[in-house]
């Protein structure tokens, strides 16, 4: 079974609005990730958080992380028409962490 | 951009064929990596490589096969194609194992 679950699977929004997509998994890990996936195309990554870190921004990006809930958040400020994508966590277990693997995916799309 | 490659983008072919998809890195990265992709789906990892002769199978079951002869080059070979493999295959490498990888822009298999 996947790590990694995205919540919510599909959010639309406004340009100019944030929006928030969350990440849960199961099992301990050494840091977390996320990734941008434009149709059909290859992933581009956004950020990487490890787990003795609780909050990392990049941009207009804000991740938080909180292990003992073994959930992450990834909020994006001021959202634009070009951030319309599929949003996915990844996860890099701890103790041998050579299989990162990614959750389900939240679509996201950005009405200008 | 991500200095990896591959080819085709897109192959259409037929049942019982054999065909190999390739995947090329200049960054020099021990860590390359095939995913298994449907549309609007998570990633499941088929494949990976530490580095030159090692090869092993993903948490996903695969009937294809990989070499890692040369550090830039992990092709990906069906002996027999079938419809049930078509899917998009995105290959990535990684400097080390468990942190940020760089993903080609996949090769979308319809297998007729």
């Known amino acids: 079974s996947q790590q990694g679950e995205e919540d919510p699977q599909a959010l639309s929004i406004q340009e100019g609005e944030n929006a928030t997509m969350n990440c849960s998994y199961k099992t301990s890990i050494n840091n977390l990730q996320w990734y941008r996936q434009n149709s059909g195309r290859g992933l581009v990554h956004l950020i990487l958080?490890?787990?003795?870190?609780r909050e990392k921004h990049s941009g207009r990006l804000r991740v938080t992380l909180d292990t003992s809930k073994k959930s992450s958040s990834l909020l994006i400020t001021a959202s634009r028409a070009a951030d319309t994508a599929s949003y996915f966590c990844a996860t890099a277990p701890s103790g041998g962490y050579q299989k990162v693997t990614f959750g389900t995916g939240t679509k996201l799309q950005v009405i200008p | 951009e991500a200095d990896i490659y591959q080819t085709p983008r897109y192959l259409v072919i037929g049942t019982g064929k054999k065909i190999t998809l390739e995947c090329s890195q200049t960054m020099g990265h021990d860590k390359m990596y095939w995913y298994q992709q449907d549309p609007g789906m998570e990633l499941h990892l088929i494949h990976y490589?530490?580095?030159?002769?090692?090869?092993e199978k993903g948490d996903l079951s695969s009937e294809s096969t990989v070499s890692r002869i040369r550090t830039e080059h992990f092709p990906l070979t069906l002996e027999s194609a079938r419809p049930s493999h078509t899917s998009q295959y995105l290959c990535?490498?990684?400097?080390?194992?468990?942190?940020?990888?760089?993903f080609g822009q996949g090769t979308r298999l319809t297998v007729v």
């Open positions: 490589s530490y580095g030159v002769n090692s090869t």
């Open positions: 990535a490498s990684s400097p080390r194992a468990g942190l940020e990888a760089f």
């Open positions: 958080i490890r787990s003795n870190e």
